[in-house]
């Protein structure tokens, strides 16, 4: 049974920070792309970055200079560093893992999300 398990969410005045976490288990394959998304009160989710498993990263424009993407592939976890928080930064955070296992069979997982909440 693949999981991702997000953690690290919770309540934060605006210009603070917080570093989320989303650990994979259950995988007899090694995953490569990793995203993070978001889904603010009332809206649609919406891209917020993503990390292979050689590093490479990608932050959605608009957040590019608050949040940056890690990823520890040992620990089968990536992270989501945001800093600076603001208002609108308030949603559920989520991590997703779409790809192809190793029998060429097509995945798409996400996790439960966590909530982030940034009082003004």
């Known amino acids: 049974q693949v999981q991702l398990v997000e953690s690290g969410g919770g309540l934060v005045q605006a210009g603070g920070s917080l570093r989320l976490s989303c650990t994979t288990s259950?995988?007899?394959?090694?995953?490569?792309?990793m995203n993070w998304y978001r889904q603010p009160p009332g809206k649609q989710r919406e891209f917020v970055g993503s990390?292979?498993?050689?590093?490479?990263?990608k932050i959605a424009d608009s957040l590019k200079g608050r949040f940056t993407i890690s990823r520890d592939n040992a620990k089968n976890t990536v992270y989501l560093q945001m800093n600076s928080l603001k208002f609108e930064d308030t949603g559920v955070y989520y991590c997703?893992?779409?790809?192809?296992?190793?029998?060429?069979?097509?995945?798409?997982?996400w996790g439960q999300g966590t909530q982030v909440t940034v009082s003004s």
């Open positions: 997703n893992a779409p790809g192809v296992d190793d029998s060429d069979v097509p995945y798409d997982y």
């Open positions: 259950g995988t007899g394959f090694r995953i490569n792309f």
């Open positions: 990390t292979t498993r050689g590093g490479l990263t």
